[in-house]
């Protein structure tokens, strides 16, 4: 580790990673990942892998557009197999008045470039053959959204990362972070002291932490999301399920991996529970019969970082020149990473990023300018 960089990023999950690789790329080298456990240690290495355009915010759509558009070269970018798949995404919707509101949000969609459309119970199945039909009304389907293997993109990324020049410190905790009067920073860390004149915070579940020690207050709560994988099965579910809170996907290696909302907010622990498997195993059953009696191979859990619009706080603080947050993304962090990656680059490397993201900046909280979003899962 040196004593000093252009730039710290504090948080080795898919949002530093992101940023150091594309700092690095546009010739931005003397960058610093430091974490503080391993790679992926935080909730990209426990999130469910799913990639969707499918929102009802313009913002959202308009970023995740673009996300996906990254995702599917993502492998061929970083030279690394990160498996994604347009799997795509299909909501199950079980009542009238949902069905309506999912016919709007279609049109909303489309509207912003992302064609999805609503299926009916028989097109619904021709996507997915294992469906049960009795469990909902009408589906929503984007063919487009996908997934992709959070430990796979992790290493893709930090070794993409790596060969530009960007070091990466594992089990490198930050302890304290002190501002200079020469606009420059000290960063502590469990290894040493760094000098550095760009902090960027993708401390994930630790940002609300890190944003404290240089005395910026993010309006974070921790939720707890349960999640669990089976045994691997021969390829047969097709698409990421949605039905409200649920959503399950089965991997390139055959495993169905989901969750389900257990309703653990303000959560102190990330412990997992029997209460969670059987509430999954009940829903997740209901919309695929065939999934009854497969071997539950492992469950964990992880933090859902939740901001007052659950959305995440992206870009500059105004009281703090040189202090960048990327974070608070609720459920929908991962997806993001591409483009996260991509437009905090620019504003750190060059004061702007091309797409205007001012609406995720912090200072939103303060003036009331909250974003609007409707579909959030989980
Ligand atoms: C169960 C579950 C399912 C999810 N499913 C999806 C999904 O399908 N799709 C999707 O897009 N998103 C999903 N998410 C959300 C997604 O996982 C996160 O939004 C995303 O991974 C955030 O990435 P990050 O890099 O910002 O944070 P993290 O991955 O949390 O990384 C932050 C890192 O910072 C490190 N750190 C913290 N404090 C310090 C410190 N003081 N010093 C050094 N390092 C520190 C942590 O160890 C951690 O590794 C899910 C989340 C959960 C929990």
């Not at 730039?7 to 546009?26: D, F, H, M, P, Q």
């Not at 313009?58 to 492998?75: C, F, G, K, N, T």
């Not at 290493?155 to 070091?167: E, I, K, N, P, S």
Request: aromatic residues 10%; charged residues 20%; contains cysteine.
């Amino acid at each position: 580790m040196r004593s000093s960089y252009d730039c710290i990023i504090v948080g080795g999950g898919i949002s530093g990673l992101a940023i150091a690789y594309e700092l690095a790329k546009r010739g931005y080298k003397d960058v610093a990942v430091l974490e503080e456990c391993y790679l992926g240690s935080g909730s990209t290495g426990r999130c469910g892998s799913g990639i969707r355009a499918q929102f009802t915010g313009p913002d959202q759509i308009v970023l995740l557009r673009e996300a996906e558009e990254m995702w599917v070269h993502m492998s061929d970018e970083l030279g690394y197999d990160i498996h994604f798949k347009a799997c795509g995404y299909l909501f199950l919707w079980d009542t009238p008045e949902l069905v309506e509101k999912a016919k709007h949000d279609v049109e909303f969609q489309n509207k912003h470039g992302v064609m999805s459309c609503i299926v009916d119970r028989q097109e619904a199945k021709e996507i997915c053959p294992s469906l049960n039909t009795d469990s909902f009304l009408a589906g929503q389907w984007y063919d487009k959204d996908g997934m992709a293997f959070p430990f796979d993109t992790v290493t893709g990324y930090a070794q993409a990362a790596r060969r530009l020049g960007v070091d990466i410190l594992t089990t490198t905790d930050v302890v304290g972070i002190e501002g200079t009067a020469a606009h420059t920073f000290t960063v502590h860390t469990t290894q040493g002291n760094i000098e550095t004149k760009n902090v960027v915070n993708a401390a994930g579940p630790g940002s609300k932490g890190i944003a404290a020690m240089l005395g910026v207050d993010l309006p974070y709560r921790l939720d707890k999301h349960q999640i669990m994988a089976t045994e691997p099965l021969e390829q047969f579910l097709g698409p990421m399920l949605v039905k409200n809170s649920l959503y399950y996907l089965q991997t390139h290696r055959g495993n169905v991996v989901g969750g389900t909302d257990t309703g653990d907010k303000n959560a102190t622990d990330i412990d997992s529970t029997f209460e969670f498997l059987t509430k999954f195993a009940s829903e997740a059953c209901e919309i695929v019969p065939r999934l009854a009696g497969v071997k539950l191979m492992r469950q964990w859990a992880g933090y859902y970082v939740v901001s007052p619009d659950a959305h995440p706080v992206l870009g500059p603080i105004d009281e703090v020149p040189g202090f960048f947050q990327a974070n608070g993304y609720s459920g929908h962090g991962f997806m993001m990473g591409p483009i996260v990656g991509r437009l905090l680059a620019e504003y750190v490397a060059d004061g702007k990023p091309s797409i205007d993201i001012e609406h995720y900046n912090f200072r939103r909280f303060a003036r009331g300018e909250l974003l609007t979003e409707k579909a959030i899962i989980g």
